[in-house]
């Protein structure tokens, strides 16, 4: 019988390789920044207006808009129409990627009959499969990155830019996808 005590610990042994690999499956960001610029000290900001004819944005761009909007509320920036400190852009890109992966590779197993002419019978003999070695193959993937800049309006110089990438099922990110890139990008905002 096992004691309580002890069915924590087992718990515990389970749990922790568990939140390990959650963690691990985590969106990873980058982060470059001027070091010579403090990010207190920006309160105000605009979004980069394009020099395209366009004059709409489609779903996904005004989805992340609003995201990043959402991300520098709660840093206590606020939008501004006249002269903002700083001046926000974006970038969204989706690429065909190739990534690597490998496969065991086993011999196949083999049955073989044998005659034993002393005792007159046939007997089964049977050879298990055999480990050979590892096949390395490509599996294309579509990679989609979404990059946000910084850029201070006085001097118009990037002072900071960060990004993340993950794997996407097709040619356009999802909400879902668009939200945990940038969580991910606005936790290293400092």
């Known amino acids: 019988m096992i004691k309580t005590g002890n069915m924590k610990k087992i718990k515990s042994l389970f749990l922790f390789p568990a939140i390990f690999f959650l963690?691990?499956?985590?969106?990873?960001?980058?982060?470059?920044?001027?070091?010579?610029?403090?990010?207190?000290?920006?309160?105000?900001?605009?979004?980069?207006e394009e020099d395209g004819t366009k004059s709409y944005k489609n779903f996904q761009e005004s989805y992340l808009m609003q995201r990043v909007n959402e991300e520098l509320e709660k840093k206590g920036w606020r939008k501004a129409s006249d002269n903002p400190d700083v001046l926000i852009d974006y970038d969204i890109m989706i690429e065909n990627e190739l990534k690597s992966e490998s496969a065991?590779?086993?011999?196949?197993?083999?049955?073989?009959?044998?005659?034993?002419?002393?005792?007159?019978?046939?007997?089964?003999?049977?050879?298990?499969?055999?480990?050979?070695?590892?096949?390395?193959?490509?599996?294309?993937?579509?990679?989609?990155?979404?990059?946000?800049?910084?850029?201070?309006?006085?001097?118009n110089k990037l002072v900071w830019q960060g990004w993340a990438e993950t794997e996407v099922a097709n040619s356009r990110m999802d909400n879902d996808t668009i939200d945990k890139i940038v969580k991910s990008i606005f936790k290293k905002f400092k």
Not at 27 to 44: F, G, R
């Open 104 to 155: 065991p590779v086993y011999s196949r197993p083999i049955v073989r009959y044998l005659y034993n002419p002393a005792t007159r019978r046939v007997t089964t003999v049977w050879y298990p499969s055999q480990y050979l070695g590892e096949r390395s193959y490509s599996v294309p993937y579509k990679s989609g990155t979404i990059t946000v800049n910084v850029v201070d309006n006085d001097s």
């Open 23 to 48: 963690a691990a499956c985590g969106i990873t960001s980058e982060v470059q920044k001027d070091p010579n610029v403090d990010l207190n000290s920006y309160k105000t900001y605009a979004w980069l």
